[in-house]
């Protein structure tokens, strides 16, 4: 308990002097106010009590609309610390109204620390557009963008619980309890945790101190630097050039001296994620340890920051009448650069490359000097160093990768109704298969007895094995990320492989008047007591074997403005059926990845709106389509067209809703692009659309 309250009091302090050094300095008002709600949560916490302290901030905030934002950040740092997991849901729902209702000034500094606290996450970018927003007092677009930017995390945006900021305060709580060498970030530890809260744990770690063992020194330096190979000379079968003479015995020891003069047995500990490079396969390293510039252990950008900086010059070798090195451009750094690599050489092919290309540099020289090369090579290796670490993202999850992944696609057409307002069409594909053969085939339950080839050939495989079931969500959100709109169904799913149809699809219809923020989501679930449990431990429902989200913004809504001609989005499908179900929006399979099969005919859904009414009180327009093939370099062939048709209509009402097939079935597989023009006969207006869509064979 002590040592609990202790950390939490030095994390406290930490954050309170990150606020002063802002430039916030104010007047705690909590000493005249010791019954406040955060102060008697503090207390309890302190005498032990923690479930009262957790109930008595729940109750503050259920029953206040403004609150202290303090205690919403305080609730999920002891909920993650302690591993309460049935809070969770009530920790998330806590953290965000802490950052949207907190009133008063120590509301504005709990925010401000969390901005702090943050930074080890969010790029460079919104962490400076946070801080401006902070400086300006502009609290509602800086704490609606904070919040934006966790749902925008979240993996199951259909929840409640937002797992991706439970694991980023997990990761906080074990940082604050491992990286404890110094305290010089916000979380209270050293600059290792900076890097855990980003990824987590790192894949190898190596860690201890660069030694000089006494009685390989002299040896190391003769092989390495006095008897070093000069090209330009032939050599004797001793190695050594006729015109190098052998370094004088009294030269050999004041070398040594120079560098144990510099050397300051730094302790280091490397860092190595393999698999965390977007566009590359190398690994990306972070190097901590004793920096030889302010003698503390942080995160360094090269082996070269444990070397001290006077050591990067030959004044040294001047002062102890040594000219060769001098004349050599040999440096005190030269020489602990080459000892130190060699090292570290067996850590990590990273630093033997580097301990090989500064031998050749040395080697390539000659006798000539070169003054800058131990500098040079410093700044090399710094920029090798930051060219790995700019591959990697700005933070990944590790617990998304211990559920499977489904796949989710979302596709979205814009129409106006017949009263001119604005909707929007989704559909959700998504793809089941392998997760649900994943849990199937650890599963032992009585669903055992039924045969893969069954499934396979099952419509549902929910009639099959009805514990399990597939969720599809979509969540609409306003400017302050509150969701305003939310549709769930549980849409049947088969295994069958077939790249025209989605293994489940669900589409949803709703108003669109902006450009909404919105996420869709796909969760599989299983929720039979006696299969086996997940394989890993996380913080999603037991009952979860798969899922995938993704966030997306909404495109513009469609013109209603009723004088101006407007043509909806372009539906592609394939078979045209006579249908008399009333919830089928399309009388064909929608395409929405826009793939055709082969001698399909081609099937177009087309909405035209505020068409001219001419005096007769009909109108007339004109529609051109065309079908253009597109090379292998993705160009459009337009003196190629493998179809054009122009239809000339006449209609009682201002609008076309209509589905046409056109005829494809000779088209050789491959990609083309339709292009769709309609002319307005009464106004001369024009709409146009295109898309492309591929045959595949």
């Not at 920790?91 to 606290?117: C, D, F, H, P």
Request: net charge negative; glycine share 4%; hydrophobic share 35%.
């Amino acid at each position: 308990m002590h040592k609990a309250f202790y950390m939490n009091f030095q994390y406290t302090m930490t954050s309170l002097l990150v606020a002063l050094m802002a430039g916030i300095f104010f007047v705690d008002e909590s000493p005249a106010q010791p019954s406040s709600p955060y102060h008697q949560g503090l207390e309890q916490l302190y005498r032990g009590q923690v479930e009262e302290a957790l109930d008595t901030w729940e109750t503050n905030y259920s029953e206040e609309s403004r609150v202290d934002a303090r205690i919403g950040f305080e609730y999920i740092r002891i909920i993650t610390e302690r591993e309460f997991n049935d809070r969770f849901e009530t920790a998330t729902e806590m953290y965000y109204k802490a950052l949207m209702n907190g009133s008063g000034t120590n509301s504005r500094i709990a925010v401000r620390q969390e901005i702090e606290r943050l930074k080890a996450i969010v790029g460079d970018g919104i962490y400076r557009q946070w801080t401006e927003w902070w400086e300006q007092e502009n609290s509602r677009q800086l704490r609606s963008d904070i919040r934006g930017f966790w749902i925008q995390l979240d993996p199951t945006p259909a929840r409640t619980v937002n797992e991706r900021l439970i694991e980023h305060w997990q990761r906080i709580a074990v940082a604050r309890e491992r990286f404890t060498k110094n305290s010089s970030t916000i979380f209270g530890t050293d600059e290792r945790a900076m890097i855990f809260v980003r990824y987590g744990e790192p894949d190898r770690v190596q860690n201890g101190l660069i030694t000089l063992q006494e009685l390989d020194v002299k040896p190391w330096l003769q092989r390495q630097i006095i008897r070093r190979d000069n090209r330009r000379s032939d050599h004797t079968e001793t190695g050594r050039s006729e015109n190098e003479p052998e370094m004088p015995q009294i030269q050999e020891e004041s070398l040594e001296f120079v560098i144990y003069d510099y050397h300051r047995y730094p302790e280091f500990e490397v860092w190595f994620y393999d698999e965390i490079a977007v566009e590359s396969n190398e690994p990306v390293p972070f190097l901590f340890g004793t920096n030889a510039r302010t003698d503390q252990f942080e995160l360094v950008s090269s082996v070269e920051d444990f070397i001290p900086e006077t050591a990067f010059n030959t004044s040294v070798f001047e002062d102890r009448d040594m000219a060769t090195f001098t004349r050599a451009g040999i440096t005190p750094a030269i020489i602990l650069q080459m000892l130190y690599y060699e090292q570290l050489s067996s850590v990590d092919s990273f630093f033997e490359e580097r301990l090989n290309s500064l031998r050749d540099d040395i080697l390539e020289q000659g006798r000539e000097a070169f003054s800058g090369l131990d500098l040079q090579f410093r700044d090399e290796s710094a920029s090798l160093v930051r060219q790995r670490v700019s591959a990697a993202p700005r933070q990944i999850s590790t617990i998304e990768s211990h559920v499977p992944a489904i796949p989710l696609d979302v596709y979205q057409y814009r129409f106006l109704d017949e009263e001119q307002n604005p909707y929007i069409v989704t559909f959700l594909e998504s793809n089941p298969r392998e997760a649900f053969m994943i849990d199937f085939t650890r599963s032992e339950s009585p669903g055992r007895d039924i045969s893969t080839e069954e499934l396979r050939n099952a419509g549902n495989v929910s009639s099959l094995l009805p514990d399990y079931s597939l969720l599809h969500s979509l969540q609409k959100y306003d400017d302050s990320w509150d969701v305003i709109d939310r549709s769930t169904e549980d849409p049947s799913f088969t295994l069958e492989r077939n790249p025209f149809r989605p293994g489940a699809l669900t589409v949803f219809r709703s108003a669109h008047n902006s450009r909404a923020q919105q996420s869709a989501s796909v969760e599989l679930e299983n929720m039979n007591e006696d299969s086996a449990p997940p394989a890993w431990e996380t913080p999603y429902p037991k009952s979860t074997r798969g899922l995938g989200s993704t966030h997306f913004r909404q495109p513009a809504p469609l013109n209603a403005d009723p004088d101006s001609l407007q043509m909806a989005d372009l539906v592609l499908g394939y078979g045209i059926e006579e249908t008399d179900d009333e919830g089928q929006l399309f009388p064909f399979n929608v395409a929405n990845n826009q793939t055709i099969p082969w001698q399909e005919t081609l099937a177009l859904h087309i909405e035209v709106y505020n068409l001219g009414i001419q005096d007769n009180g009909f109108s007339r327009f004109e529609l051109t389509y065309r079908i253009l093939p597109i090379d292998e370099r993705g160009r459009v062939l337009t003196d190629q067209s493998e179809f054009v048709l122009t239809l000339n209509f006449t209609s009682e009402t201002n609008r076309l809703v209509e589905d046409l097939e056109i005829e494809t079935a000779d088209l050789r597989p491959g990609l083309y692009e339709l292009r769709v023009s309609v002319t307005d006969i009464q106004t001369g207006q024009t709409q146009n659309r295109n898309t492309r869509f591929e045959v595949l064979d």
